[in-house]
């Protein structure tokens, strides 16, 4: 009896840290996420009107990924790089972020937010994603998908999209642009020009 | 007497009474179920790591005593003691560092364990004695959890490790053969699993709110140094109120994070050295929804996203942004509110800390300030216990 017991005790104590322990593994790439997510509606709200919301971007960003055969764990980390990218603005002074003659001022923000980063354990290895010269297939797409849309700002998709199309450089890689230019076609190849919207109402 | 510590006598005679019971009338197990009903439910209420001491323990030497019976009594008796002893001492809640809490919590866990066993069954008193040094060395071994994990939670570990010890020798003790004891390791090896998988999500979970004071921090320089200031001092009102441990990390958590909403207003308003104009305090007003909001939108601690709302609300109804009254303003609100308005008027410690548009006041003169408010802009509960906390702040 004494022994069922005991058998019966460390079984129950041992489900119970089991438990303990994958709720705690499981919790941690969530509020991840939820963090950088944090990050992006903030910045969203302080950026004030440029682009597609976070929400948008993501989306777009993910079925170019899954097209392209990324991993589980790549798409998570893009999702979470697209949250965070704009944590530059937190540094850029507010009124800076609103007026378009100041647009120079605003498209330092990458390196801002990589430095940024940089500082925060949590979220130094979305940092290398912002730099032109060190970013992962990640970052590419993300640039990518900035200039995308930044262009579509004052011309027609397609335009932008054939423009992209002819590039001869290595800013990006040849399958990512196939695959980004056919999604994007897909979704937006009817769009004259984008209309700037706000991000967060 | 706080309504913490009568809450807990109140449940601990209820348990001994059930462990009474137990030992006389062994067919009264309805209550002694009851019993250990409202024994999680102090435990729920004060300090889990108490359980995670004290229950190994105390089954272990029943077992290896007398059985089923007496384990349960051995159980719920030393339970009723330790949640008395805690509650009648304010145990946690002293003016001491973790580290020096978290010692005298195991210590008093250890000596409990040794006093109770000996009163109950003297003959055993031998082998209790070698229990008590088996688990002071189980103990101090265990340090490492409290200088390694430098978190408020980290002596959860050592409590483990040292009743974990006693349960092997205790079993040694009695009827069971050594074979048996492997069952231990079950127990052993995924408690040191949770033990390194909850640190981990402990330590992100604090690097979160460190990247989110930076934000705010590159945004504001005053909020950001602001908001550290006040998370220390909401939090020390906050167990002052009998809130447990779990939810006075959420509470810190949140006045880590009150005035994130910052970043989203123009640093030209909140800088502003001369008078507001109406409008300009109408867009300061929204930075309580804009903080909620951003909580709410990215699933981030959605439980705190109301008390980030509301702890601009006052009791008196003038508050915003809704005019809450009384009551209807959440408790962590109103301790925010306190400790927000006390950190604003002597906030000068830090670079860049003090506020551009009034002189800092003296602490002392900012704490009549506060009083004076009791009942009116501030909640006269919180304010006493606010003037405990920072009474206690100055004497750490």
């Given amino acids: ?201 | 007497m706080n309504s913490f510590a009568s809450r807990t006598l109140g449940l601990s005679a209820l348990v001994a009474l059930s462990a009474f019971v137990a030992v006389v009338q062994p067919q009264l197990w309805p209550l002694v179920v009851l019993g250990i009903g409202a024994e999680i439910g102090a435990l729920y209420w004060s300090d889990r790591r108490w359980s995670i001491s004290l229950a190994p323990l105390v089954v272990s030497l029943g077992y290896a005593h007398g059985g089923v019976s007496t384990a349960l009594a051995f159980e719920v008796g030393l339970l009723a003691w330790g949640l008395a002893v805690a509650g009648a001492s304010g145990m946690g809640r002293v003016g001491l560092p973790e580290i020096a809490r978290s010692l005298l919590t195991s210590a008093v866990a250890l000596a409990g364990g040794w006093v109770v066993v000996a009163a109950v069954s003297p003959t055993s008193l031998s082998g209790t004695a070698v229990s008590w040094v088996i688990g002071a060395v189980a103990a101090s071994s265990a340090l490492w959890f409290w200088f390694g994990a430098r978190v408020p939670g980290g002596s959860w570990g050592s409590l483990l490790a040292a009743g974990g010890l006693m349960t092997i020798f205790a079993f040694g003790l009695g009827t069971v053969a050594p074979i048996w004891c492997l069952a231990l390791l079950g127990p052993i090896v995924a408690g040191a699993w949770a033990v390194r998988e909850w640190r981990r999500q402990r330590e992100e979970d604090q690097a979160i709110l460190r990247g989110l004071i930076l934000l705010v921090q590159q945004a504001h320089p005053y909020t950001g140094a602001h908001l550290e200031r006040v998370a220390a001092l909401a939090e020390s009102t906050g167990r002052n109120l009998g809130l447990n441990a779990k939810r006075a990390q959420r509470l810190r958590a949140a006045a880590i994070l009150h005035d994130l909403g910052k970043v989203a207003i123009d640093e030209q308003i909140l800088e502003k050295p001369s008078r507001l104009t109406d409008d300009e305090f109408a867009e300061i007003k929204r930075h309580s929804e804009l903080g909620a909001k951003i909580l709410e939108k990215s699933g981030l601690y959605p439980e705190i996203a109301p008390w980030i709302l509301a702890h601009h609300e006052r009791p008196d109804g003038r508050g915003y942004p809704f005019g809450l009254h009384g009551d209807a303003i959440p408790l962590e609100s109103r301790i925010i509110a306190c400790v927000d308005a006390f950190d604003a008027m002597v906030g000068v410690s830090s670079v860049g800390g003090r506020r551009s548009y009034r002189e800092p006041v003296d602490p002392e003169g900012a704490i009549q300030e506060v009083l004076r408010c009791a009942g009116t802009q501030f909640d006269t509960e919180v304010v006493e216990a606010f003037r405990k906390a920072v009474g206690q702040e100055v004497m750490a």
């Avoid at chain 1, 939820?34 to 929400?55: F, H, W």
Wanted: proline letters at 4%; aromatic letters at 6%.
């Fill in chain 1, 1 to 201: 009896m004494t022994e069922l017991l005991l058998v019966a005790g460390c079984a129950g104590i041992t489900v119970f840290c089991l438990w303990v322990a994958v709720s705690a593994r499981k919790r941690r790439p969530l509020m991840l996420g939820r963090a950088a997510r944090a990050v992006g509606v903030a910045m969203s709200l302080r950026g004030g009107l440029v682009g597609p919301s976070n929400d948008e971007f993501g989306q777009i960003a993910d079925r170019i990924g899954a097209r392209l055969g990324w991993s589980e764990a790549q798409r998570v980390r893009l999702a979470n790089t697209i949250q965070v990218r704009q944590i530059g603005f937190a540094a850029i002074p507010y009124q800076h972020l609103r007026q378009p003659h100041l647009h120079r001022v605003r498209e330092r923000a990458p390196e801002i937010g990589a430095d940024l980063l940089e500082r925060l354990p949590i979220w130094s290895q979305f940092s290398d994603e912002l730099r032109p010269t060190r970013r992962s297939e990640v970052g590419q797409l993300i640039a990518l998908l900035e200039e995308f849309f930044y262009r579509m700002e004052s011309a027609p998709a397609m335009d932008v999209l054939r423009q992209i199309q002819s590039q001869t450089d290595d800013r990006y890689d040849l399958a990512m642009r196939e695959a980004a230019v056919g999604v994007l076609q897909e979704s937006y190849g009817n769009r004259v020009a984008r209309p700037k919207v706000a991000l967060v109402d």
